[in-house]
Structures are given as C-alpha cells and as structure tokens.
C-alpha cells in the first residue's frame, strides 16, 4: 500500500463516522427498510441544487483520481462526501439518531461490509477505492438492512412467542384494524365507544408492526382484559397475514384504501390485496361498502361463511351502519328496524372512521344507545386532524402526524369551513405529501391547487415537493410562499393571521428529507 493511499485510507475512516451516522438514522427512520436509504440519499441530490453539484463534483474527482499523475483527487473525493448531501445532519433534530438494540446490531453489519468491499476496492483501485467506497455508502446501508432482515426477524420471535401466550391465557375478543388511513383515530373511537361495557386494552400510538404489538401485549394485556384492539400496519403483502398468525383477530376491520404508501407497494391493487389479509382469520367483518373492492371483498367474505358488517357514509345506501355527517345522525340495523342516534362529527374528522367503530361495536352487541353517549365526546388523535385555538385568538389544526390525498383534502375543506364562520383568512404550511410513486407530484399539485381554490395562503416547506405545489398553486389570487425550514413558515402564518384566521399545518417531514 502506498503512502498516498494509507493517508487517504485513515481519511476515509475518519469520514465515515458522519456518512454512517447519516444513513443509518434514515434507516432507522424508515423502519429499517430497503431500499429507502438509497431512494432518500437520490431524493436529497435530486431536489437540492447545491448536493446536485457536490454529487457531480465527487464522481468527476473519484474518475479522475484514476489517473495516475491525478491520484490525490481521490483525497479531495474523500473530504466532499464527508459532508454530503449537505443538509441531512448526523444526530437530526427532528427525528434524532437513537442507539437501540437493533441500530448497534445493523452499525455492526454495516462496519463488516464497508471494510470488506473497502480492502476489496483499495487491492484494485488503490486510493480511489476509498472514494468510491464511501460513495455507495447509502446502497452499502441497505445491503447491511437486507443481511440484517433475518437476523432481527429470529431476536424478536422470543417476544412474539410470549405475546402469543398471553393472549391464550387472557384470551380477550381481538379487534384488528387497518386501512390506508385512519387506522389510529378509529382505534381511538373504538376504545372510547367499548370503555362503558368491557375491559379495553388498545396497541398505543402507532405501535401497529409485530414488535409493536409484541410489546402491547406483554405489557398491557393482563387478566381481566376482555376486548385487545389492533392497528395492524402494512408495507406489502404478507405482512398482516404474518401479523394475525400471532394476533389472530375475532374481529377485523378496514377503514379505506388509498394511496398511502404506494410508493412502497407499487399500485392500489397491492394495496387492496395487502390489506385483505386482515379479514382471513376473522369470524367477523366490518367494511365501508362506499369503495368498490370492499363492497366486493364484503360479499367474497359472505360467500366464505363470515358475518360482514357493512356501513357507510353515504345517506340512503343499504348498510348495517349508516352516518350521515351532514345530518348529523348514526342509524344502525336492529333486526327488522333501523335506530337512528344523534352524533357530531368534527368538520376536520372522517365519517368512515365513526362508521367503522360503531359496526365494531355493533359487532359486539353495544347498544346504540350506549354507543350514542359515547359519541358524544370523542378523543381526539395528537397530531391528527386536532383542532385547537391559540391565546391570540387564531385556530390551529394540526394534522402534522402524516398526510394522504383523501386525508389532506378533508383536513383542508374543514378548515376552509372554519376560516368562512370565522372570517378569516385560511393558512395552510406543509411540506406536502410523501410515499405516493409516480402520482406523488400530481397529488401535491392537487392539493395546492384545492389551497388555490379556496382562497387560501398556501405556504410550503422544504424541497421535496416545492416545485409540485408551487406549480399546482400557480393560478391562485395568492402567491405561494416557501421556506427552507418549518419554524420559519410558523412564525410567518401566524403574522399573517392575526387573531381571526385559521391555520392548517398539513403534515411535517422529518428533517431526513430535504
């Protein structure tokens, strides 16, 4: 080895502390899931001019550092990936690096592998192995996720193993809810709704994967427990299928099917299909038949012998459940008659969710009537479509948890409702929506375009969606306003709303995209 490539060997160790610490708190955020590391690192080059060119700059320097008199170039390399992309910090703000279990297993992974394709790399290359090394650190990091896949897969099992003796100890009536969105407030609802009548335990926050439930129920479930609720996420398909072999629901529930995550399964029909799985096991079945393939997974589920709880959000449609948002009413099938209960459903909130918690509970024989002075007062979600007004006088809704097409849209016509009663002006700050694929910037164009419509002050953070929602909001009477960093468009809706405008702050990135 010579001496140029020993100096720039210690360099690129050196280098590759931030470059770890980097990639593997994006791999942390998304789940531990590839190929999202190497997808975020090409979002972060694609959408920021100033990493575009520092991008271009080190592949141009690791080509020509492959000319002998021009070997110190790989040194230069070495230095600018350092520090790329520029914006993406080692320990994060938003979603800070944590040193769990898991992340100290994949670094461990992660070390084996840069070390091996390094000396392979340096033997051929010399120095501009070490460039070209930390180059292809992000695709390296999902390569480390890939291997380290299995391995998590047999540590967790112990305590899969020990959530599903618990359930056969206490054995409660296991209610699985999933859905495109949703899932976390109707959860919340059915909770609400069964508190009076059983013992409830529901899986927290989003606690909806099968570590998540694991430790729900190891730590929750405790005799006495009659009713456990499940949110039960999905990335693709066999995932709930694997989920309700340890959580086998009585009880199953989707609430839509939409975009969310497209971007990570590829169509709606795998979306469908994924979520589907949730009602295999179950003996009961409750499914808004307003979307076309639950209507049709609702007969395929009689025809397998099932009781299927239909509802619906829609006056006049033949249904088990019935709410009618506009009217204000719950009307529930009672043997040969309808009951009908008075409800309130927030101008932000979803029917569908209302609609699927009380066939849930309908399932479980509650009385409408109690089900109705359980309506009364709902539980609000955090961070989901949560209404609350200022000591200035302005209206905030928070919807910052995350963000869908159908979700944004009934989030942004409540809060034009509530600007029109209070006759101010409407604000909307977000970074728009992510995990979409190919419709992802027809969608925020979509949306900022809605914004447009309405009259309102559209105001988008970040880079990733800039030029979509900037683009859709073009024809509005009020000009877009963009901010590199969310703090800086808060302070600038509140100024602008004074004590009589509303402000919806439609979703919030984590600062590991740009």
Request: proline fraction near 5%.
């Amino acid at each position: 080895m010579t001496l140029l490539t020993t100096i720039t060997t210690v360099l690129g160790v050196i280098a590759a502390v931030p470059i770890a610490g980097r990639w593997l708190r994006v791999a942390q955020r998304e789940h531990y899931i590839a190929p999202w590391v190497s997808r975020l690192g090409w979002l972060w080059i694609r959408v920021t001019p100033a990493n575009a060119a520092l991008a271009a700059l080190v592949i141009v320097l690791t080509a020509l550092s492959m000319v002998p008199a021009l070997r110190l170039l790989a040194i230069v390399a070495v230095v600018v990936l350092a520090v790329l992309p520029l914006g993406l910090g080692v320990r994060g703000t938003s979603a800070k690096l944590a040193w769990t279990d898991r992340l100290k297993r994949l670094v461990a992974v992660w070390v084996v592998l840069v070390a091996v394709i390094g000396a392979l790399l340096v033997s051929v290359l010399g120095a501009t192995g070490v460039a070209l090394t930390l180059l292809v650190a992000a695709p390296i990091t999902d390569l480390a996720l890939a291997i380290a896949k299995p391995i998590e897969k047999r540590l967790s099992r112990k305590f899969m193993l020990s959530a599903r003796k618990r359930l056969q100890q206490v054995r409660p009536t296991i209610v699985a809810i999933t859905g495109s969105y949703g899932k976390t407030s109707t959860k919340g609802y059915v909770a609400h709704v069964l508190s009076t009548s059983f013992s409830v335990v529901a899986s927290p926050a989003s606690f909806n994967n099968l570590m998540g439930l694991s430790r729900a129920v190891n730590d929750r479930v405790i005799p006495g427990t009659e009713v456990f609720i499940a949110e039960m996420g999905v990335y693709g398909r066999g995932e709930i299928r694997e989920l309700s072999e340890s959580f086998p629901p009585d009880i199953a529930a989707i609430t839509t099917i939409g975009e969310a995550h497209l971007a990570r399964m590829g169509s709606r029909e795998v979306i469908f299909q994924a979520k589907s799985e949730i009602t295999e096991k179950a003996r009961i079945v409750v499914l808004p038949i307003d979307e076309v393939e639950l209507a049709g997974l609702a007969e395929t589920c009689r025809a397998q012998g099932k009781t299927v709880i239909t509802v619906s959000t829609k006056p006049g449609t033949i249904a088990d459940v019935v709410v009618d948002a506009a009217g204000g009413t719950v009307s529930v099938v009672e043997g040969d008659s309808v009951a009908t209960a008075d409800v309130t459903i927030p101008s932000v909130g979803h029917a569908v969710n209302l609609a699927v918690a009380v066939g849930i509970a309908r399932a479980l024989e509650v009385p409408l009537a109690t089900i109705a002075g359980r309506l009364r007062a709902l539980p609000d979600s955090p961070h989901r479509a949560e209404v609350q007004q200022a000591g200035s006088g302005v209206v905030v809704i928070d919807d910052t948890y995350n963000s869908n097409p159908v979700g944004a849209d009934r989030a942004l016509r409540g809060a034009a409702e509530i600007a029109a009663e209070r006759g101010g002006p409407l604000i909307v700050v977000t970074p728009g929506m992510v995990e979409l694929g190919t419709v992802q910037a027809a969608r925020n164009e979509e949306f900022a375009a809605s914004v447009a419509s309405l009259g309102g002050h559209l105001m988008a953070i970040a880079r990733t969606n800039r030029r979509a929602l900037v683009a859709g909001a073009s024809s509005g009477p009020n000009p877009v306003r963009t901010f590199d960093h969310r703090p800086q468009a808060v302070a600038a809706a509140l100024d602008q709303a004074g004590d009589r405008g509303v402000i919806l702050y439609e979703n919030d990135l984590p600062d590991h995209y740009p």
